[in-house]
């Protein structure tokens, strides 16, 4: 990599054609013209684009334009600059984006440039990348023989290359420095040098003796060779990162790279740390959206240049070139996070996988609560299963669960008789108690309290889903919709009201209960400040908020020493929500959550209060046996026909009114039905109908056939690229999270 600018466009007599990625909405490539030697394909180049200058990847070169293009030299335009602020992309990372493209119905211009770091999407050369390079003279004194004795700062600048020294150090020891750094490259004086730590490094965490789970997982692991996919289902506490250390140091041992992939990085710092005390001699750079620009930049650069062995990040981390990639892990696979769910949308575990078969190297994808599609996986021979069964730390107790049925017992604004007292017990005792609360990601279904009837579609048999803001019942699969009944049709109470409600009175009602220890709520909407969440964990720590009110944000990761309760006030809300998928995070989520209580000693306690105390889903999730609902909702899924036997889409659409989007929802379902082997439903309103002051509908199509629905998907990206829709943004949603 050239640190010294770019190439500019030269009148030369070799000319090549070059085909180029760009970040616009378009479903393909262009072609301009580069008076110049042919650069490597994965190379960023800017060009000019309408009135507009843009940096894309160039994809293809050829040395004579394809009459396949249907272009004549004369309509191309040249394109400005050839960077070298950056490696090319390599082909692997190009054909990861090429199947994304493919597989998510997305323009690969936009796939690629999501791919790469901000600063490298910018049609200027990168400037901190000098930064990353070092230089040392190969020998200072015959380099200072070669200098004027009295051109002093030239000289000052010689000896400092006695060790190696960045640009930016270089032109700290004189203001012309990089010219003549430069001059001393050419001529050889000079030469790239890698840095040596200059702080001593920490000594290395010991190794604790593996348990006999551990162990033959990680003799598993060593002996994988080539592409093979694991699932590494451990309960909570039972040693999974201990595992994936095991096998990272075994992989770094033979020359590799590893990328281990976590859900939410600021949410777990702690593994940052756990990593750099283990492998305290490795170059480990961390890739998530909280960096800054420059060093995001700075890290993913290291990483492709190989430079940097760990590469701990987020989801966007999938995409860095790693060129000695030897292991991928992805810890909490089943974690929501992993979904893309702006712009280019895609999920980063399935990417992941890919992405190891790619490479041919082994993936590990670990948690105590696999995703139901990784467990059909495992289930039908496809991934290796490795199975943690106890906790790691001899004596640590899963916590006491007990179910209180709200049948038998009536709510005051959400909470049981039971539930209270319980509370007042813990707090009178001076520890700490959280109530669990799941506002996000279920749709409201209506419900009857007395009786425990929910609303149901007719036709199809799914529940009917509650939209709030215009008081119907609506189907989400065929689109019947009709206003709520004024009263119970099996047992004629006249109080319907959704499942779960009651909540949003919580905190008052609990600071009217406990006036000496009033609640503190932790959760998205008052944690967006900087700093915020780390301010409140501090008022927990130190036991300054003891009545906690979180939603699933407080149920990963943390350990709250004092923290010996934990009541769940609305699982129903997540047991019959409409989306096929709440069963699978509830218990998730209750799993974790009850992993909270009870981690210091104290003996742990979960309430669960629920009016379907009989459904089949409270035994297992008594008894923590995840793999016996994993089956069980594997069967039903099966049965109903739905993902992951199934391949579902969403295209959603929003405009100013509900009546242009669902017309051009309609258009789009008239396109698809020239395509085979797939089914389109109605377009339907969003149960988020209004957002931003737009309105929004959507519309499933699904497939029993993978490849069928991807090529419809596909064609219809293409047809809605070419239309024009004033006042209407679309996009397509494949394997959505959310129905
Ligand atoms: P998980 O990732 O499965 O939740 P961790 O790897 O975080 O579990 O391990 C939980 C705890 O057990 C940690 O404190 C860890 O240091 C400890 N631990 C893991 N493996 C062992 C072991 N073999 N012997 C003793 N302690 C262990
Ligand atoms: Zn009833
Ligand atoms: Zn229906």
């Known amino acids: 990599m050239g640190i010294f600018g770019w190439h500019k466009l030269v009148h030369a007599a070799v000319v090549s054609y070059l085909q180029v990625a760009l970040d616009v909405p378009l479903q393909r490539t262009f072609d301009y013209l580069w008076a110049g030697p042919?650069?490597?394909?994965?190379?960023?180049?800017v060009v000019p684009f309408g009135k507009q200058t843009l940096a894309g990847v160039v994809v293809a070169v050829s040395a004579e334009l394809d009459p396949a293009r249907g272009l004549t030299v004369a309509q191309l335009k040249a394109s400005q600059a050839v960077l070298d602020d950056m490696p090319p992309l390599p082909a692997d990372i190009l054909a990861l984006c090429k199947f994304c493209s493919d597989y998510y119905a997305w323009p690969l211009g936009q796939v690629i440039a999501a791919a790469l770091p901000g600063a490298l999407r910018q049609p200027q050369p990168w400037q901190g990348g000098q930064a990353l390079q070092f230089w040392q003279a190969l020998d200072v004194t015959a380099l200072l023989g070669q200098l004027s004795p009295r051109a002093h700062?030239?000289?000052?600048?010689?000896?400092a290359l006695a060790v190696p020294r960045s640009i930016e150090q270089v032109r700290a020891v004189a203001h012309d420095g990089g010219r003549w750094l430069k001059e001393w490259i050419a001529a050889g004086w000079v030469v790239e040098a890698v840095p040596q730590a200059d702080t001593a490094p920490p000594q290395a965490s010991a190794h604790p003796d593996l348990t006999a789970c551990q162990a033959s997982a990680v003799a598993r692991l060593n002996a994988a060779q080539g592409y093979q996919p694991f699932l590494l289902y451990g309960v909570t506490g039972s040693g999974k990162t201990e595992?994936?250390?095991?096998?990272?140091e075994a992989r770094l041992a033979h020359g590799g790279q590893v990328l281990v992939l976590v859900p939410e990085i600021n949410l777990t710092p702690q593994l940052e740390a756990r990593f750099r005390l283990r492998f305290p001699h490795e170059h480990i750079v961390a890739l998530h959206s909280g960096l800054a620009d420059g060093e995001r930049t700075r890290n993913w650069l290291l990483a492709a240049q190989g430079r940097a062995r760990i590469v701990l990040g987020t989801r966007l981390a999938v995409f860095t070139p790693l060129p000695h990639l030897a292991l991928i892990v992805v810890d909490e696979e089943h974690d929501q996070s992993y979904r893309q769910q702006e712009g280019f949308r895609y999920s980063a575990r399935d990417v992941a996988v890919y992405r190891a078969r790619q490479a041919q190297v082994p993936i590990v994808l670990g948690s105590a609560t696999p995703a139901i599609e990784s467990w059909r996986n495992m289930r039908e021979g496809r991934y290796t299963l490795l199975t943690l069964g106890q906790r790691a730390v001899t004596g640590a107790k899963p916590p006491q669960m007990t179910l209180i049925s709200t049948q038998q017992q009536r709510l005051f604004d959400g909470l049981t008789q039971t539930a209270i007292n319980t509370l007042r017990d813990c707090l009178d005792a001076g520890q700490q108690a959280l109530v669990f609360i799941n506002r996000r990601g279920y749709s409201p279904v209506l419900a009857c309290h007395e009786c425990g009837w929910i609303a149901s579609c007719k036709r199809c048999d799914a529940r009917l889903v509650l939209h709030r803001e215009d008081r119907r019942?609506?189907?989400?699969?065929?689109?019947w919709e009709s206003p709520p009944p004024a009263q119970c049709p099996d047992c004629g109470n006249a109080d319907l009201q959704p499942l779960g409600f009651g909540t949003q009175r919580l905190e008052e009602t609990l600071t009217g209960l406990f006036p000496d220890t009033p609640p503190l709520r932790i959760d998205r909407d008052n944690t967006r400040r900087k700093g915020s969440l780390d301010a409140m964990l501090q008022q927990v720590h130190a036991g300054e908020a003891r009545l906690l009110v979180g939603t699933q944000m407080l149920a990963k990761g943390h350990d709250f020493a004092g923290l010996s309760l934990v009541v769940v006030v609305n699982a129903d809300a997540g047991l019959f929500s409409t989306d096929f998928r709440a069963q699978e995070r509830l218990f998730a989520q209750l799993l974790q959550v009850a992993g909270r209580a009870g981690r210091a000693g104290l003996p742990g306690r979960v309430l669960i209060q629920t009016r379907y105390h009989d459904d089949p889903f409270y035994p297992q999730l008594m008894s923590?046996?995840?793999?016996?609902?994993?089956d069980r909702v594997l069967q039903e899924r099966k049965a109903n026909d739905l993902p992951p036997y199934s391949a579902w889409a969403m295209l959603r659409a929003e405009s100013k009114t509900l009546m242009r989007a669902v017309t051009y929802l309609r258009e789009a379902v008239q396109l698809l039905r020239t395509q085979p082997g797939i089914h389109a439903g109605a377009p339907i309103p969003a149960l988020m109908?209004?957002?931003a002051n737009q309105e929004r509908a959507q519309v499933l199509v699904s497939s029993s056939s993978r490849p069928a629905l991807q090529s419809a998907m596909r064609f219809l990206m293409g047809e809605l690229l070419q239309k024009k829709a004033p006042g209407v943004r679309w996009y397509i949603d494949i394997d959505p999270s959310e129905a």
Not at 153 to 159: I, L
Not at 473 to 479: A, F, I, S, T, V
């Open 243 to 248: 595992v994936y250390l095991r096998e990272i």
């Open 38 to 45: 042919a650069p490597t394909v994965g190379s960023r180049v």
């Open 473 to 479: 019942l609506r189907c989400h699969h065929c689109g």
């Open 153 to 159: 700062k030239q000289r000052a600048v010689a000896e």
């Open 624 to 630: 923590g046996d995840y793999a016996a609902f994993a």
């Open 689 to 691: 109908m209004r957002k």
